[in-house]
């Protein structure tokens, strides 16, 4: 099989909500001195979508003190719901069985890099919310090039060299015992691997959650977050 690369342009979607709010310092810290807003990235699933993971996430009301950045993965990936197709998106595509690639997670980073720079906001301090794929994606964005101080993953996986040798320092996890897409106990195993490159964090199961989020997870989440 013979192959050429080609120029093409591909369509970028997302959702940006800008904090409307601001943000003010205690009164130990300077009383009225501005601070800038939470800044969040919500990376969604393989198969998922952005506006369905931000609200599974952080929930459907409206956040003013926070920026979110919710893009959609740069490939469409359209899901058969039984009733006709609903569109979604891949960040990327592997190979589970044999771990190879066909399409890399580093196209999509600095492609992804690329769109929030001509949003200007590139130059933002951001924390990085990913589920299922989009836990493994995110190492791969701070590789990049983009400024993140933490990494929450939610029903997501880890693989340690992926976080070897890049500026993120914080990476903490939420994951359902009752996962059946991602075994909740090789999840751990994995995070518990990332304790020797200096990271820390921590690893919280929900008992009986499977792939997704419920009121308790999602305070937990909303939580840390603030």
């Not at 919710?70 to 899901?79: A, H, I, K, R, T």
């Not at 009733?83 to 990327?92: E, I």
């Not at 964005?141 to 880890?158: E, N, P």
Request: aromatic share 10%.
């Amino acid at each position: 099989m013979q192959s050429h690369k080609l120029s093409v342009e591909l369509p970028a979607t997302y959702w940006l909500e800008k904090a409307s709010t601001p943000v003010y310092k205690n009164e130990h810290e300077g009383s009225g001195v501005q601070e800038q807003a939470a800044s969040i990235i919500v990376l969604h699933g393989f198969g998922d979508r952005a506006d369905s993971a931000r609200k599974r996430l952080l929930g459907p009301d409206a956040i003013p003190a926070w920026t979110i950045f919710s893009p959609n993965g740069l490939f469409p990936y359209p899901v058969d719901r039984g009733q006709g197709f609903k569109g979604a998106y891949a960040w990327y595509f592997r190979d589970l069985q044999s771990g190879s690639e066909m399409i890399s997670p580093e196209f999509a980073a600095e492609s992804l890099l690329s769109l929030m720079d001509h949003l200007k906001i590139l130059d933002q301090k951001w924390t990085i919310v990913g589920f299922s794929q989009g836990g493994f994606f995110a190492p791969h964005l701070v590789r990049a090039g983009l400024k993140a101080d933490r990494l929450i993953c939610v029903g997501s996986g880890f693989r340690p060299d992926a976080y070897k040798g890049i500026a993120l320092k914080k990476v903490s996890a939420i994951h359902g015992s009752d996962d059946p897409v991602i075994s909740a106990r090789h999840s751990k195993s994995d995070y518990e691997k990332l304790a020797a490159l200096e990271i820390e964090g921590q690893f919280v199961e929900f008992p009986g959650l499977g792939h997704s989020m419920n009121d308790e997870s999602r305070a937990l989440l909303r939580s840390w977050l603030s």
